[in-house]
């Protein structure tokens, strides 16, 4: 069946249908990610978005139920240029197209990706629609598309219940405000125990917990969209219990601390980020996903100094607090997908909780 | 951390001849970090035996030793111009295992030069088979059970404890030289013998084998502060078993989760942070295809013929970053030159698939073994770049030039269902082919895997590549199903093959439809950044994102494709110099080429690189969008020449010498006409298209006679036939290859033969100097020995030699270059052959004459005359230096092939050696060729029948110089008859004492064994020169051959001069005299 991307500058790519069939608007960003899709596909961060994929060729290696970094299937849309007909891994367990299809992930596939990139990237990220009606109206849909406003969406992908992953090492609350699994995989192997807590609960319950460490998650949409959420933290950051924060949790730990964020041109999304580790010079390649940013100059280096910056743009990529034991990273030092390369910051957070156990 | 400020002047070792293993990836490798060198402000010192490379050039580097890379070569070069530093890390294994025994003889530290880039230590934990089983241990890398051992019984212990089979796999050695998989006792004593005389060290490491397991490469990258990248990982189609160099290999990896990927990433990081590389390096792993288990195969820490291919598919320049890494740099500290924005820290992103496959020199030698194993065989390779494996795979196979456009191979039609099944066991170079019919006819890709062990997913792209052919087959040809064929990319010719259809009514269709290429950048980034290379690939599913400009005058060059025995190294030297030299001249140059390996698709030569298939069809589409105003084709070898007629049809004027006149110089007839024109004599000759025909000629003319296909290049079916039974079987052989031109059978002149590289201006001619060939008419001009300027031509000859080739340049309106070559019988001047194009020999009479001929030839088929160019026309001063060339060949790679020279050209590649003095530069040519022949020692000869007589002088030379002669009967007679004192041994299989004992023994260090006529596979002395071959020993075929080598051997061994061949080139002055000789 023939589908249409549809984006809120009037251009529409014409594709094959995979997945649902059901029309959705969203905001479309791209990855370049060349391996990774079920992750990608399974990161809450994605909630509200469309995904174009840069590789061509996805789902080569199928879909296995190990690797989804969540319980479900997140974006709205999943676009690629080609999905494989038949995945070969060990661990495959069902084709893309079949998963697609059962999470109702609607999906397009078969056109041209980087020439869709390429728009993403000169007029930023946009809004577009999917859809398989081939008679839409362009001007009917089109106010429709630019309407259309990723709103709180948090909300939607938190946890509704605290779960615990038991240990018998530090006692970390883990704040879910998108959390992919592997975050707590990390805090897990490395003996901690950790609690799950949804996204809105308040400080007090969380501190009732005993906590050895927080650790703030990453998660979708605008960090501005959470007052809430950036009222606890700062109760939490007052405590002095050490704070490790990833992605959406360390833009709300800057707004918590009076910095301020941005919109990104069209973000970075993708296994391939350089950062710089300010303190040493070493530098760190990165799995990113993040359509926001904490603005530089918005910093106030009396509370904060810069720990990592973007070796490609310059910009912030993490964040030392110098009156707390707070270290927040704008990147994904958990993976999943991507590199490794970051994954001794869990053990930094073991080290501010008070070293090995 | 910024650029050492104490490394000032580096030396950098190239990697000599092009060999099997060994290819132009280290000309690119090299010439790219010469020129980041430069461009950091520091003076280059090169070495290098080849002179067929572009970083040899005046140009590349400041100081230019074209020497032999032997260890008192470099340490006098050393001592000469005294670097700090020494950059080892480009000129492949022979570059790194020079600067390791320079360093182990303590050289550099007394010298106080250091290696850069890695260091020593580095070097010994990565290749030293022991000391890098124990790093690998300590960080807990896992590796495959092994042990390295020094002779074979321990080797066979061993073997029997870890169980059979067993991988083979010896230390310090090229393209897994020497290697291969044991699969019982016998076999392992065969290949562990060979691979322990093989190493420089005498170690063989004895493996588990882990056949059949996934290969997967990782292209890694670290620098001084620590920090690492991967430029790119790579997996290969065939499983573990085929020599990467041998596989077809796609980028980045296609049936590997994001787990598996990044358990592999990381591990390359851990083990390039343990051996403390600084700069590239490539991990190869075996991944079990069940599992999560995999283990380390190997680490390259250095440049390498994959770093190569990792470059091209993804625009990352390693070379360049690696010299800078050198330096001090850190990878932040780089601007990744693609997108001009972003660093060197960062991992390039495909938005593509790339397949790379081999080209493997079958063709040339037939009876040689076609079975791939860990022993790389291929010569060169190409690399295809599009949106889907399968449109990646078909443009890879048509780039290969096999007449093959697609996955179709008529051999394999005939064949039944159960041979099939066969032919799916044997691992060879035709077995994508295999696959395809296999699937063809029914047989289940899972049946298929279960032999080949394949991955599912690659057989999966070949059966739909089937379907798709069924499809087209089978419906009468439909938009859409056109369409999915050319997003696939079959091309017009196959499609309207398969549908039956003429190809121009595909083709209309196609142009009615908009069905039509299009074009995108490898950009590094998948366009997330804004690129400024001008690299681009086809593909029929996207939009075009080239931006064709008309505001000058743009030029087309072809490429030569992928290296092969023939058409080496030397055409992507031409077409780069013609490149270099348009763009002077203000021209837009684009450059179409699919050879991942050479400097011409390196991205900022020219103004435009498109990285295709050098076919009509691709060709085509790039000329509909381009709008060339010319096209430049004598510089890309045959490949190139082949498209002339075809370019011209599309409306792109041939820029140099007219197509009618290419054609002239190929076909018989016309030929003829014009020889008689000149009154210049040619051996008699006749046109025949069949075996009948050909037997007429050949008792019209008398036996000996040459044979030959027309519009071929390196000789490619040549034979010398001696009898009717002879020309019956190679009229088959040539019929099964080449269709469509004639065949030419000449009468066979053993005269002196000369060489000629001159330029002509359509009225004048430049003729840089006169060669002159060691070897008597009836061996390819490649494959012998040329020295320049000629030393033995009286006077007269040459006069004639100079006027023949201004009558021909002229008679064939030559614009350009023309390479003739001459046979003087009898004090008379024949003429073999002419090409209107340029030759191997350009590079190297360029180097050491000082004149730019590629250069002069760019600026004279734009329209500038010689003398315009401040050159008096004729024969030019004789430079002062003596050039000798000498070939070389890749037989202990190519099990059973034959060695004997002949018409058909053999050699992969060639050295220099460069003297005052014809001995000098004649023994310096022998030594940079490998043959490092003692004073006196042992040797073997046996001689056909016709050269009894002949040898006996030969003989006496090396009976003077003090060697122990043995030989077989019939030459020990002849021997003894004339003076000589010899010991005779019995035949090859006789009884002992034979020359199977000596051979086996080790004893000889010379064999001279001249072929009998004819084909002789089963033949004594086949298997004489093969064993000789693969047990170490320098064996010579042409008594010319050895009658130099002699001469080599009796010149005394005095200190040798180095020459600094930089300064022939910028001062042209002392040798362009511009006086006729």
């Known amino acids: 069946m023939k589908a249409f991307l549809i984006l809120e500058n009037g251009r529409v790519f014409t594709g094959e249908s995979i997945g649902s069939t059901e029309e959705v608007i969203s905001e479309v960003v791209f990855n370049t990610s060349m391996t990774g899709y079920e992750e990608v596909l399974t990161d809450p961060s994605y909630a509200g978005q469309s995904v174009v994929m840069t590789y061509p060729l996805i789902g080569n290696y199928g879909i296995n139920k190990l690797d989804m970094e969540s319980r479900r299937a997140w974006p709205d849309g999943f676009i690629v240029r080609e999905c494989a007909r038949r995945p070969s891994n060990f661990r495959c367990e069902t084709t893309l197209r079949d998963f ?159 910095f301020d964020t941005r919109k990104m041109k069209w973000g970075h999304r993708g296994g391939n980020h350089p950062v710089r580790d300010l303190k040493t010079g070493r530098c760190y390649i990165t799995p990113q996903n993040h359509g926001y940013v904490v603005k530089k100059e918005s910093i106030d280096t009396e509370i904060a100094e810069p720990a990592f910056e973007n070796v490609n743009d310059g910009s912030n990529e993490g964040l030392q607090y110098l009156k707390q034991p707070v270290y927040t990273v704008q990147f994904h030092p958990e993976a999943s997908p991507g590199p490794h390369d970051t994954n001794f910051l869990f053990d930094r957070f073991l080290d501010m909780m008070g070293g090995k156990r | 951390m910024a650029k050492n400020p104490e490394i000032k002047k580096v030396l950098v070792i190239g990697s000599g001849p092009i060999v099997i293993g060994q290819a132009a990836e280290f000309d690119y490798a090299g010439t790219q970090a010469c020129r980041a060198l430069k461009e950091e402000g520091g003076t280059v010192v090169l070495v290098n035996s080849n002179p067929a490379t572009i970083m040899t050039d005046g140009d590349i580097a400041d100081m230019v030793y074209i020497e032999p890379l032997t260890v008192p070569v470099v340490e006098k070069i050393i001592e000469i111009e005294k670097p700090d530093s020494i950059l080892p890390t480009l000129g492949g294994q022979a570059g790194l295992n020079l600067a390791m025994e320079l360093d182990e003889r303590g050289f550099l530290k007394e010298h106080h030069v250091r290696l850069i880039g890695t260091t020593p230590l580095t070097i010994k934990k990565a290749e030293d088979r022991l000391m890098f089983k124990e790093t690998m241990e300590k960080i807990h890398e896992p590796v495959a059970p092994s042990q390295v051992v020094e002779n074979v019984d321990d080797g066979a212990k061993f073997a029997e404890q870890i169980g059979y089979p067993v991988v083979l796999r010896p230390a310090y050695t090229l393209g897994g030289s020497g290697g291969g998989i044991a699969h019982n006792e016998e076999e392992l004593r065969e290949i ?158 495909l938005d593509y698939c790339v397949v790379k496959i081999p080209k493997w020199p079958f063709d040339k030698f037939i009876y040689a073994k076609k079975t791939l194993t860990t022993q790389m065989k291929a010569t060169g390779e190409v690399m295809s770049i599009c949106t889907n494996f399968e449109g990646a795979l078909m443009k890879a196979i048509r780039s290969l030039e096999q007449n093959t ?128 290379t001008p690299y681009y690939y086809s593909c029929f599913d996207g939009e075009n994102e080239v931006e064709v400009t008309h505001d000058r005058k743009k030029i087309l060059v072809l490429g030569s494709g992928p290296i092969r025995i023939g058409q080496g190294i030397e055409f992507d030297y031409c077409s780069v110099h013609c490149v270099w030299s348009l763009s002077e001249q203000n021209y837009e140059t684009i450059i179409i080429n699919n050879n991942p390996e050479t400097v011409s698709t390196d991205f900022d030569i020219a103004d435009k690189l498109y990285f295709e298939p050098l076919t009509t069809e691709d060709v085509r589409s790039i000329v509909d969008l381009e709008k060339p105003d010319g096209a430049v084709v004598q510089f890309g070898g045959q490949t190139a020449i082949k498209l002339t007629k075809n370019l011209m049809e599309m409306g792109v004027p041939i820029l140099g010498t007219d197509a009618k006149d290419v054609d002239a110089a190929e076909d018989r007839e016309l030929f003829d006409e014009i020889l008689e024109q000149c009154h210049i ?39 010398i036939v001696a009898s009717d039974d002879d020309m019956v079987q190679f009229i088959d052989e040539i019929n099964e290859t080449v269709q469509e031109h004639p065949i030419l059978v000449d009468k066979y002149l053993m005269g002196k033969e000369c060489e000629v590289d001159a330029v002509c201006d359509g009225t004048n001619i430049l003729i840089p100097g006169i060669m002159e060939h060691i070897e008597r008419a009836g061996i390819h001009s490649g494959d012998s020995i040329s020295v320049y300027p000629s030393t033995t031509l009286p006077p007269e000859i040459v006069d004639k030699i100079v006027d023949d080739s201004s009558k021909l340049a002229k008679a064939l309106h030559v614009v350009g270059l023309i390479n003739i070559q001459f046979i003087v019988y009898h004090d008379e001047v024949y003429v073999i052959e002419v090409n209107p194009r340029s030759s191997r020999t350009v590079p190297y009479i360029s180097k050491v004459t000082g004149i730019p001929i590629v250069k002069i030839a760019a600026q004279v088929i734009t329209g500038a005359k010689i003398r315009d160019l401040g050159y008096e026309p004729g024969l030019q001063k004789k430079s002062d230096y003596i050039a000798v060339k000498m070939p070389v060949f890749s037989f202990e790679k190519l099990r059973g092939a034959d060695i004997g020279l002949g018409p058909e050209m053999k050699s992969t ?169």
């Open chain 2, 681 to 719: 004599p040619r051996a008699a000759g006749r046109t025949v298209f069949t075996a009948p025909q050909a037997l007429k000629a050949a008792h019209e003319l008398g036996y000996p006679v040459l044979v030959r296909p027309s519009y071929v290049l390196g000789g490619q079916g040549m034979h």
């Open chain 1, 100 to 258: 697609l299809l059962e999470q109702g992930v609607t999906g397009i596939s078969g056109i041209d990706t980087r020439a869709l990139t390429k728009i993403l990237r000169v007029s930023g990220t946009m809004n577009g629609m999917i859809t398989t009606d081939s008679d839409f109206r362009m001007e009917e849909v089109l106010p429709r598309i630019r309407a259309y406003n990723q709103g709180r969406v948090v909300d939607r992908v938190t946890c509704s219940e605290p779960t615990v992953l038991p240990g018998d090492g530090y006692k970390v609350a883990l704040m879910d405000y998108g959390a992919k699994g592997n975050i707590a995989r990390c805090l897990n192997q490395r003996g901690c125990q950790v609690t799950i807590y949804p996204a809105f609960t308040d400080a007090a319950t969380v501190l009732d917990g005993h906590p050895d460490g927080i650790m703030l998650s990453n998660g979708p949409g605008d960090p501005k969209n959470c007052p809430e959420i950036i009222n606890e933290l700062r109760v939490l950051y007052a405590t002095g219990i050490p704070i490790f924060a990833i992605c959406l949790g360390h833009q709300l730990m800057a707004l918590a601390n009076g």
């Open chain 2, 405 to 532: 456009y697609g996955l179709q191979r008529r051999e394999y039609e005939d064949v039944s269902g159960g041979d099939l099944r066969k032919l799916l066991l044997r691992v060879d170079s035709r077995r994508v082919f295999v696959i395809a019919e296999a699937l063809r006819r029914g047989i289940t890709l899972q049946e298929i895997h279960e032999v080949t062990k394949i991955d599912p997913w690659f057989l999966d792209k070949i059966e739909h590549l089937v379907e798709v052919e069924a499809a087209l087959r089978r419906d009468y040809l439909k938009l859409d199903l056109l369409r999915e064929a050319k997003r696939l990319e079959f091309p017009d010719r196959v499609i309207a093959e398969l549908a039956g259809v003429p190809e121009e009514e595909v083709r209309q269709m196609r142009m009615d439809n908009g069905i039509v290429a299009s074009y995108k950048t490898v950009d590094t980034c998948a366009a997330e950044f804004d690129a400024e």
């Open chain 2, 192 to 349: 562990l013998e060979n691979g322990l005389r093989l190493s420089r060290v005498g170690q063989v490491l004895v493996e588990r084998s882990i056949a059949g397991w996934k290969e997967i490469e990782y292209e890694v990258m670290r620098d001084s502060a620590g920090n690492c990248i991967t430029v790119c990982n790579m997996e290969n189609f065939d499983p573990v078993g085929v020599h990467t160099g041998d596989s077809i290999v796609v980028a980045p990896s296609q049936t590997l989760s994001d787990k598996d990927h990044q358990m592999l990433r990381s591990s390359a990081f851990n083990i390039i942070t343990e051996l403390g590389i600084t700069g590239g390096c490539n991990v190869q792993y075996a991944l079990d295809p069940d599992s999560f288990e995999y283990c380390v195969i190997e680490v390259n820490p250095r440049v390498s013929r994959s770093s190569a291919l990792a470059s091209k598919a993804t625009g990352y320049p390693i070379a360049k970053v690696a010299a800078k890494i050198a330096l001090g740099y850190t990878l932040d500290e780089i601007r990744n030159a693609v997108t001009g924005k972003t660093y060197a820290m960062f991992e390039p992103t």
């Open chain 2, 909 to 1077: 590649g060639e050295v220099l050696g460069i003297a005052t003095n014809f001995d000098e530069a004649l023994h310096k040519a022998f030594l940079g060729a490998g043959v490092n022949l003692p004073h006196t020692g042992e040797m073997l000869i046996t001689v056909r029948d016709a050269d009894k007589e002949e040898i006996i002088p030969i003989a006496k030379r090396y009976e003077k110089l003090g060697y122990k002669i043995y030989a077989t009967p019939g030459t020990a007679r002849a021997l003894t008859a004339g003076g000589v004192k010899v010991t005779q041994v019995n035949r090859f299989h006789g009884p002992s004492p034979s020359v199977a004992d000596l051979l086996y023994e080790h004893r000889l260090d010379l064999v001279i064994d001249t072929p009998t006529r004819g084909s002789e596979k089963n033949r004594d002395g086949f298997l004489i020169r093969r064993i000789a071959i693969e047990t170490g020993v320098h064996c010579f075929t042409a008594l010319d051959t050895a009658n130099a080598l002699a001469t080599a051997l009796e010149s005394p061994r005095k200190d040798m001069t180095m020459v600094d061949i930089a300064k022939i080139v910028r001062n042209p002055g002392a040798v362009k005299l511009n006086a006729p000789e």
